[in-house]
């Protein structure tokens, strides 16, 4: 929902030039505990969320206390930077704007060109200043977190700071790649000259900045940098889809009360409200507000059945809440877990629940009394769909108590797609054929995949009397109903006999 027509008289002259566009802002707090994390206390008109038919999913509506995320990454270079431009030119990286168009970069073959890109969003940040200075003479600041691409792959320019998983990062054994002309066509190659001489931090925090392009990266310095990818859900509530989807959590401070007016209503029918469908609600902010307690006793309290989806181990503080508003209402508790690597874990996940902290949490539920269903979601095709993993992640949900399973191959929907190709060229560039076919026709897997991981996941659901629910094993596909909110999901879905493994069929 967007804030238009919110405005209250009360507003926090302290907050950020575009936050304070957001009508029903009531302040803005910074806590010791969430370091670097901006929380904007607004008031919403509205709770309920009306689920758009284009979604095709089997619910209506839903409620999200919370916008904006603090796992995610920033990548930013001094505003000084020269960016160079698709007509040759050079610009400071401050004055860049959305529409530009600028050089990146894009793989053909065994090598990699320059290409006309345009700039999709920019945005300035503060962050801690390095220094990088190359043989040839080129000094370039930086924030520690930056990656910049080498003879050896995207590498960050510092590694990552105390408890953090060890990452890919400068030395001076690197060379990054750079451009010797700067004309669409030309190849990137590394050189002596572009060596690093050194990576110095100079205990300064500076102004920083950064964009989103079509290619994912951009020409800065004549060298190829990394860049962040606009988070789509943050512009749409017109903040900045970078630093500010990282650092500015919108928290409706008052959704509780409000929705608890909403679903009092004569005309509130009291459909299925599903939680977690959109930002998690049990993230992090959760812990100092307490906003999900007053949610569930509102939807209990009025008698309308609600389903929560979520990674956070907060959840086990409501447990026992859950456990006497499912006294009224049908209550469905999902947890999201798609992997048990914990190294990749930490590559795709940072900053979530461990795998093990989510087995735990579904023990949990289940010792509580609650039913609860785990959402395999996202399956990614080539890292965690194999026979051995699918095998090896029901097993452990199934001994964790699980009472239903579902399954969702990865979606690749805009801002999302930028980010995660992005991360797959720098760790795994030899799966990106693969996900160039699946992800040919847009936000969606091919068919011929989905049918064929369905086909592949339905035997171990079987092996372990688990599947799309707790219902018998021999209750038709297309009558089966979704645990979580009581829907029929979707058209039968028969799995193929003997699917070709990847690499066997024309699609993969």
Known sequence: ????????????????????????????????????????????????????????VPFRWTVNPYRGCSHACTYCLSGYAPVSMADGSTVPLARVRPGDHVLGTRREGQSRRLVRTQVLDHWRTSKPAFRVELDGGTS??????????????????????????????????????????????????????????????????????????????????????????????????????????????????????????????????????????????????????????????????????????TKGTLLRRDLPLLRRAAEDVPVGIGVSLALLDETLHRSVEPGTPTPKARLDLIRAVRAAGLPCTVLLAPILPGLTDSEEQLSALVAAVAEAGATGIS?????????????????????????????RRLYHGGSYSDQRYRDWLRARVEPHLRKHRLRDDDEPSDRPLDDRRHPLHGKRWGPRLTPEPAPAEPGQDALF
Not at 5 to 31: K, N
Not at 221 to 231: D, E, I, K, L, P
Not at 294 to 300: P, S
């Open 407 to 435: 399954h969702i191959p990865l979606h690749l929907r805009p801002g999302a797609r930028e980010w995660y190709l992005g991360w797959l060229e720098a760790t795994r560039p030899d799966l990106l054929p693969l996900y």
């Open 1 to 56: 929902m967007r804030w238009d027509g919110q405005e209250l008289a009360v507003a926090d002259g302290g907050a950020l030039p575009g936050l304070q566009r957001i009508a029903g802002l009531v302040r803005s707090v910074r806590t010791p505990e969430f370091d670097g994390i901006t929380f904007h206390e607004v008031t919403s008109k509205s709770a309920l969320n009306k689920v758009p038919a284009a979604a095709h």
């Open 140 to 309: 370039i600041v930086a924030s520690g977190d930056h990656r910049f691409l080498t003879a050896d792959g995207w590498k960050h320019v510092a590694p990552g700071g105390d408890g953090e998983p060890e990452r890919p990062h400068l030395t001076t054994r690197d060379r990054l790649m750079g451009l010797r002309r700067s004309v669409v066509g030309a190849a990137v190659r590394p050189g002596d000259a572009l060596a690093v001489s050194y990576v110095r931090a100079m205990d300064v925090e500076l102004p920083m900045f950064d964009l989103t392009t079509g290619t994912g990266d951009f020409i800065a310095h004549g060298v190829v940098s990394h860049n962040c990818f606009a988070r789509n859900t943050h512009t749409y509530l017109d903040l900045d889809a970078g630093a500010d989807f990282d650092r500015q959590v919108i928290v409706k401070v008052n959704v509780a009360d409000v929705l608890r007016c909403e679903v009092a209503r004569r005309t509130w029918a009291r459909e299925h409200v599903a939680m977690g469908t959109n930002t998690d609600p049990y993230q992090r902010a959760e812990g100092r507000y307490r906003l999900m307690p007053g949610v569930i006793e509102a939807l209990a309290g009025s008698g309308t059945p609600f389903s929560i989806l």
